[in-house]
């Protein structure tokens, strides 16, 4: 049973689970939720991604066996495919349910950001519109934070779509160590067409639109955080595109490029933290 369990958390990609789920429990604290409203955003997102990490996990147990995966659970027979694909049932009839301890318009945001994710894992994934619904689920989480709040308030423009921005970018990033083993079993997103080179850049422009937005969005000049927050985006990538390389020389898997993702995404919350001009 303990094999078992330890299987179900190495399947939900709890890296990007635990860093969308922090990130989000910061934003719900900087927009100015009461410690019950944290308690609930935090629990309802956490549930939206071990929603999404258990059903990718599932859809790919073939996939990722073929190509020699042995870092995923369910393709080493660490956990069983059906459990992992239950398991996933019951995260995402939760997360609505956890939602719903805001209010319904605030759940219905999280809900579209939770059925976003999942038409990535099947079918979008291996479409030119592969990049959409991280667009799409990533702009409609802080509008989730923000409706969560008593009164409901409208979240800024500029909030979704430097989110938006974000998750673009964080699945060019993502893609990245995958391009070779995806293109043996017939993956061709929107990145397997423009290539490394063309995903890269990709990741690095809109990671650093992301930043830009949620700084000259307010109203306002912008802070000298700001600036260097840009200044920030604007570096970690190729940084960590270096750091990939050495990687893949010392025979490791590549990941440092979604950790930049989540890097810039950390800065940019303690960014709108710090500035108080969410809401």
């Not at 979704?160 to 974000?166: D, E, K």
Request: with cysteine.
């Amino acid at each position: 049973m303990s094999s078992r369990v330890l299987g179900l958390v190495r399947a939900s990609h709890p890296e990007p689970a635990a860093a969308v789920t922090t990130v989000s429990g910061l934003l719900a604290w900087g927009v100015g939720h009461q410690p019950s409203g944290i308690v609930s955003v935090v629990l309802a997102v956490l549930a939206s991604q071990l929603a999404v990490g258990w059903t990718n996990d599932a859809l790919d147990a073939e996939r990722d066996a073929t190509v020699g995966r042995t870092d995923k659970p369910v393709a080493a027979g660490a956990v069983g495919r059906r459990v992992t694909a239950w398991a996933a049932a019951v995260a995402a009839l939760a997360c609505p349910l956890l939602a719903l301890t805001t209010n319904p318009v605030a759940a219905l945001w999280l809900t579209i950001a939770l059925v976003s994710a999942l038409l990535y894992d099947w079918p979008l994934k291996a479409t030119v519109l592969s990049v959409l619904p991280y667009a799409v689920s990533f702009g409609a989480l802080p509008a989730f934070v923000v409706l969560a709040l008593p009164g409901e308030p409208t979240p800024p423009a500029w909030l979704p779509a430097a989110a938006a921005c974000l998750g673009a970018g964080a699945h060019f990033a993502n893609v990245l160590p995958d391009l070779a083993d995806d293109a043996r079993t017939g993956v061709r997103g929107l990145p397997h067409r423009l290539g490394a080179a063309g995903s890269r850049a990709a990741a690095a422009g809109l990671l650093l639109a992301a930043t830009a937005v949620l700084v000259l969005g307010p109203p306002g000049p912008p802070s000298a955080l700001g600036l260097a927050a840009v200044g920030t985006a604007a570096v970690v990538p190729p940084l960590s595109w270096y750091a990939g390389r050495s990687a893949a020389r010392a025979g490791r898997r590549p990941v440092s490029a979604f950790r930049a993702v989540m890097l810039v995404a950390l800065i940019d919350v303690v960014l709108l933290v710090a500035s108080g001009r969410v809401v």
